[in-house]
Each structure stands twice: as C-alpha cells, then as structure tokens.
C-alpha cells in the first residue's frame, strides 16, 4: 500500500475560488506529514508540516491543512485561489528506515490550475 | 543565505558517456539525498546518505553512484548503465537522524537529456 496518496493529477479552479488538494496517508506511518510547492524548473518549497499540537496547521501563502487521524487525512486549503498559485503540490511523509532515520516519501503530486 | 546548490541546470550525455551532477549544501545538513523526477510519477529516490562516508540505495539506484566525502558535498554520477537518464534530477537535504519530523531543503534541480 502507498504510505501516501493523493487523489486527483489535476485540479482545476477559477481565481477567488476555494482550493482543495487531497492527501491521504497509511495509518501505519508515524505522524510527520509535509506539503511542498513546486513551481516549473525548479526545485520543492516546504508549504507546512504537521508534527505534533494543534492538528490545523498555517503555512506560508494562505495555505492551510489539517491532520485527521480518524480520516487519515492531510488535506490541503486555500479559501481563495490566485493565479499565482498555479503550481504541482507534493504531499509527504517521514518513514521510519533502518538504524533510527527517517526517509521522505512523496505522493505523486496534484497539479492545480487556475483559471482567470 | 544558507541553501543547496545544484549545478549545472542543464546538462547533456551522450551515448555511453557518464556525467556527474553537482550538489553542494551550506545548512550545516548531515542527511542528504538524490531525486529522480519524471512526468506524472511525483519524485523517486535514487540514494541517500545521513552522515559522511555512507550512503544507501534508494528506491532506483540502478546506473547511478555518488559519494560523500565531504557533509557539504553529495555529487551523483549518471553511468553508461542508466538507458533512460532522461529527467529533471533533484538534491535535497535535512537535518539527520531522529529528525523525522524534519523537512527537506532542494536545490533548483539539474535537468539532464539525451544527445
């Protein structure tokens, strides 16, 4: 089973339109979740992460997700999307590996589209 | 400004010919890492190393190889061995081990073709 998933390659929206990107992740993996931006020819920019506290979480943009166990959810929101916005949105997880590190796994990316 | 340095942006191979992608960091990182990225199939590991002197496969290793010598240092040697090298190639890096729930820092990326 994928440790995370994200459903939809593709989301399309209007400007000012509410964003929703979905992650779900395996209930086997240890709390640490993480979203990146990627923007074209470039590399990732962390979004926000969850690790423990408050199961909302801010991050830089406008851009908010919230960590739900019972879901197992790590959904993505932005109240209103800018053209700016328009980027390939990663959901992550730290995986336990061998002799106590932790090795990053990545879910296949939503692409967001904005339309004027 | 602390970050992580990809070099060159670009970069061409030909046939039977291995090429070396460049990554430098100044974070002060023990763990380092090495991305493959395709269309459509998100970001795939093809090695990484969490302290100087060692280093592990990731998920795609086969026709690569690096080293780490140095912490701030992790270069990726592309082989004649890998048929389809053709991919926009990621380093990254974070703090070390016990850190899960540390982000990753990434470069700009090398994007590396066919000739």
């Known amino acids: 089973a994928q440790s995370v998933t994200q459903l939809g390659s593709h989301v399309s929206v209007s400007e000012g339109a509410l964003v929703l990107l979905r992650c779900n992740y395996s209930?086997?993996?240890?709390?640490?979740l993480f979203w990146y931006v990627q923007y074209p020819n470039q590399g990732l920019q962390l979004l926000l992460k969850?690790?423990?506290?408050?199961?909302l979480v801010k991050g830089i943009n406008g851009f908010e997700a919230e960590f739900k166990k019972s879901e197992t959810s790590f959904h993505l929101t932005k109240p209103s999307a800018h053209m700016s916005d328009a980027a390939e949105y990663f959901c992550a997880v730290n995986l336990h590996a061998s002799g106590g590190s932790y090795i990053p796994t990545f879910g296949r990316g939503t692409s967001l589209i904005v339309h004027p | 400004d602390g970050g992580i340095t990809q070099s060159p942006k670009y970069l061409f191979r030909k046939e039977g010919q291995n090429v070396t992608l460049s990554c430098e960091q100044n974070?002060?990182?023990?763990?380092m890492y090495w991305y493959r990225q395709d269309p459509g199939q998100g970001l795939r590991l093809i090695y990484y190393?969490?302290?100087?002197?060692?280093?592990q496969k990731g998920d795609i290793a086969e026709g690569y190889s690096v080293s780490r010598e140095k912490k701030e240092s992790f270069p990726l040697t592309v082989t004649s061995a890998q048929k389809n090298p053709t991919a926009f190639y990621l380093c990254?890096?974070?703090?070390?081990?016990?850190?899960?729930?540390?982000?990753?820092?990434f470069g700009d990326g090398t994007r590396l073709s066919i000739l």
């Open positions: 969850y690790t423990t506290g408050a199961t």
């Open positions: 190393s969490q302290i100087v002197n060692d280093f």
């Open positions: 990254a890096s974070s703090r070390g081990e016990g850190s899960g729930n540390q982000p990753q820092h």
């Open positions: 974070l002060n990182h023990d763990a």
């Open positions: 209930s086997s993996v240890p709390p640490y």
